[in-house]
C-alpha cells in the first residue's frame, strides 16, 4: 500500500451494499474499484449467487463493499437464499448503491427494486451505468425520471467498465460513513476463500459456452486441492465438480468428444495458474444431481466452500 493510501487516526469505515437488476455491472464495478477481480463476470443471468465482500482501504478509511445477486423474484430454494444475500446486505449497509443500466428501458424489475428500498431508512445511491455507450442527453432524462420515484442521496453517472466518477463515487460515499476503527486489516481485498474463487472461476469459464436455461441449472463444487511440490515448484491437484440437473444438460457441457468441457478446463486452469502462481492440473467431472436448486445440503456445499 503507498504511504497516501496509509489510514489516518480517524478513519470512516462501512459497509456499502452494491444491488440492482441481474446484469447492470455490480461485479464489474467492484472489481475495478479494488483494481483486481474477486467478483466473476458474465452476461448471463444470476452469476453471482452469493453476497462477495470486497475491501477498499485508503488513507481516508475503509469501505466494505458488498457484491449482490441480482435482485429478482425468487422461483427455487437456490433464489431464495440469494435473495435473502440481498436483504441482509440491505440491513447491515451504511450506503446502499443501486445500480441501474442506462442502455435499458425502465421496467417491471425496476419497480420491484425501488419498492425493496422503500423499506429502508439507509441513504441510497443511484448510479447510472454504462454512460461511455451511451449519448449524454439521454442521461439528463433518466435522472429526472429516477428523482421522481425515489429521494435518493447521490445521484452519480458511471462506467463501471473504465471506471468513469468511481472516484466521485468513493469520496461521497465517505462522506456517509461513520468514523470506526478497520474491520478488515490493510492488506485484505476480499474474505472469500480460495476455494470459493477457484469454483467460480471455473463457473465463469463455463458460463461463456452455454445458453438457455444451463446458466440456471449448473453450480460448481470443487471436492479437493492437492498442493505438491515439483522439482521444487508448487504444484496443484484440483478436482472439482460441474453440477448439473439433467442428463441432456451433463450432455451439453461435455461437448462432442468432451470438446467443451476440455476447452473450459483449459481456460479455467490458465487463469487458477496465475491466482495461485503455480503449475496446475485440473481434473473436472460433470454430475447430474436433480432439482439441486431446491437441495438445501447441495446449496450448502456450494456455499461453505
Not at 461511455?132 to 429516477?146: C, Q, S, T
Amino acid at each position: 500500500m503507498n504511504e497516501q493510501d496509509q489510514p489516518t487516526h480517524k478513519s470512516k469505515v462501512g459497509y456499502v451494499s452494491l444491488i440492482g437488476r441481474p446484469n447492470v455491472g455490480k461485479s464489474t464495478l467492484l472489481n475495478n474499484i479494488l483494481g483486481q477481480k474477486v467478483s466473476i463476470i458474465s452476461d448471463k443471468p444470476q452469476t453471482t449467487r452469493i453476497s462477495i465482500l470486497g475491501i477498499k482501504t485508503t488513507r481516508h478509511g475503509q469501505i466494505v463493499f458488498i457484491d449482490n445477486p441480482g435482485i429478482h423474484k425468487p422461483l427455487h430454494k437456490l433464489n431464495k437464499r440469494m435473495m435473502s444475500f440481498v436483504y441482509s446486505s440491505l440491513q447491515t449497509a451504511d450506503v446502499i448503491c443501486l445500480l441501474i443500466d442506462a442502455t435499458l428501458k425502465f421496467g417491471h424489475g425496476d419497480e420491484f427494486v425501488l419498492e425493496t428500498l422503500k423499506k429502508v431508512s439507509t441513504p441510497v445511491f443511484l448510479l447510472i451505468n454504462k454512460v461511455d455507450i451511451i449519448r449524454k442527453e439521454k442521461v439528463l432524462p433518466l435522472i429526472d425520471k429516477y428523482k421522481d420515484l425515489f429521494s435518493f442521496a447521490e445521484i452519480i453517472p458511471i462506467s463501471a467498465l473504465k471506471g468513469t466518477n468511481t472516484d466521485v463515487l468513493e469520496q461521497s460515499i465517505y462522506q456517509h460513513l461513520p468514523e470506526a476503527e478497520h474491520i478488515y486489516s490493510e492488506d485484505e481485498l476480499s474474505t472469500q476463500s480460495q476455494k470459493f474463487l477457484l469454483s467460480e472461476i471455473i463457473r465463469e469459464k463455463m458460463l461463456q459456452y452455454v445458453e438457455k436455461e444451463l446458466p440456471f441449472v449448473t453450480a460448481v463444487l470443487i471436492n479437493k486441492i492437492q498442493e505438491k511440490k515439483a522439482k521444487g515448484k508448487p504444484l496443484h491437484y484440483i478436482h472439482a465438480d460441474i453440477i448439473v440437473e439433467k442428463d441432456n444438460h451433463r450432455r451439453i457441457i461435455l461437448g462432442r468428444q468432451g470438446s467443451l468441457i476440455k476447452k473450459i478446463g483449459t481456460e479455467a486452469r490458465k487463469e487458477i495458474q496465475k491466482v495461485l502462481e503455480s503449475k496446475v492440473f485440473l481434473d473436472l467431472h460433470v454430475r447430474v444431481k436433480k432439482r439441486w436448486r431446491d437441495s438445501a445440503n447441495v446449496l450448502e456445499l456450494i456455499e461453505q466452500q
